[in-house]
């Protein structure tokens, strides 16, 4: 893996932040976009611009096939049996919250049970709040081990035949904890469960398979793999889908209607109410080009060999506090001894890397750290060792900084 020329096609990288080379250190938050995934948007807008699906002139059918065409890259990229799977949306809080929309107000009752864990997103917390409250279903957590891991023995004596549904991240976002998820399915399944998978930070790092995975839903977005913002995908199982009532009504996703009636098109369209994100969807299919063409199991291994090497270094220094597992996904969450997260990413920022600092929208997991907030620092196939020794610099004068003030 030539990580020189990747660098090469992401044009950001090549700037100066505050008299700095520029270290972008957030990628867990969103990342950076290719020359291939900015130039497919761009073509699109000053080439074939059109709404899809209605018109029958050149554009909107070329807008059409390259739309649908990013839904097949996507069903190929995950592993899906069929493009009827591959929903649209704008990203994985709208995914989530269709599935707890659409699926669960319509499937629970009092007595039934939500399965979550502590370590999750808001958006992977709060929608199964709702539902709960809605439906009289009793929403469970299943706790964490010391190391910020989950063990299946905690999964087997949480998840009972009253479980209904399990939801749970891929891969933590602030712990880098990746979860065994073909394991935790099959225990759902055992009880009759479905599950829905948080795959925001999975889907970018590691190859997906649904299909291996038997998950029922596995939702990620694409502006943390490449893609532009406001793009997102729904994976769901047809079986699933086709009984499920959508939560957008509007154009393009309705079959006839009538003036008391309506019905509403076949999967998949019957999701995407409105003109949908075309740009978006088109941006994600060349973002997809892109990881393939890199390779996700390259990524992986590259991106491991960071984490462990920025595991090994920030260990090297004194008074700070790492939060996770030993061995992790692309990222590493800290404090520095007596010093804010805020302060920390604002003398790092004034060096030119960029981390992100505060609770990462998982409050519920600073509570269970004993901690108000956390900085972090995230990788993708773009980062470098070296990134990595600014880095530790950055935090050597970031102790010094406020050794000096205190």
Excluded at 218 to 227: D, I, L, R
Aim: with cysteine; glycine share 8%.
């Amino acid at each position: 893996m030539d990580v020189k020329a990747i660098r090469e096609q992401f044009p950001i990288l090549n700037q100066e932040v505050n008299g700095h080379p520029f270290v972008y250190l957030d990628s867990s938050a969103t990342s950076q976009k290719p020359k291939a995934v900015i130039e497919a948007v761009d073509t699109y807008y000053r080439n074939y611009n059109s709404n899809v699906h209605r018109g029958v002139h050149t554009l909107g059918t070329k807008a059409t096939e390259a739309y649908e065409g990013a839904r097949e890259k996507v069903r190929r990229f995950i592993h899906a049996s069929s493009t009827a799977e591959v929903i649209f949306t704008r990203g994985t809080t709208t995914s989530i919250n269709t599935v707890a929309y659409s699926y669960a107000r319509a499937n629970l009752k009092p007595g039934d049970e939500i399965v979550i864990t502590p370590m999750e997103h808001h958006s992977n917390i709060i929608p199964w709040q709702q539902a709960a409250k809605s439906t009289g279903a009793t929403l469970k957590y299943i706790p964490l081990q010391e190391d910020g891991t989950i063990s299946l023995d905690a999964v087997r004596q949480t998840v009972t035949n009253q479980t209904k549904l399990v939801a749970i991240t891929h891969i933590s976002n602030v712990l880098g904890t990746v979860n065994p998820i073909k394991e935790i399915a099959r225990i759902a399944h055992d009880h009759g469960a479905v599950i829905l998978i948080d795959g925001a930070q999975g889907a970018p790092h590691m190859k997906v398979d649904v299909q291996d995975l038997d998950c029922d839903f596995y939702t990620f977005s694409g502006h943390k793999m490449g893609a532009p913002t406001g793009i997102g995908v729904m994976y769901g199982k047809k079986e699933l889908l086709e009984n499920m009532e959508p939560v957008e009504f509007g154009g393009e996703m309705i079959d006839f209607v009538n003036l008391y009636d309506s019905t509403w098109k076949e999967l998949p369209w019957k999701f995407e109410g409105g003109t949908p994100i075309i740009a978006g969807a088109i941006g994600l299919g060349a973002a997809i080009d892109f990881l393939n063409q890199v390779g996700m199991e390259e990524i992986t291994a590259h991106e491991q060999k960071l984490a462990d090497y920025a595991m090994q270094q920030m260990k090297t220094i004194d008074g700070i506090k790492i939060y996770g597992p030993e061995k992790r996904a692309a990222l590493v969450t800290f404090n520095l001894e007596d010093v804010h997260p805020h302060d920390t990413a604002t003398v790092l920022d004034a060096e030119g890397i960029a981390v992100r600092a505060g609770h990462h929208c998982a409050q519920p997991l600073m509570r269970w750290l004993d901690v108000t907030a956390t900085a972090r620092a995230s990788f993708y196939m773009y980062n470098t060792e070296k990134d990595i020794d600014r880095l530790i610099d950055g935090l050597q004068i970031t102790k010094e900084y406020f050794g000096n003030v205190f």
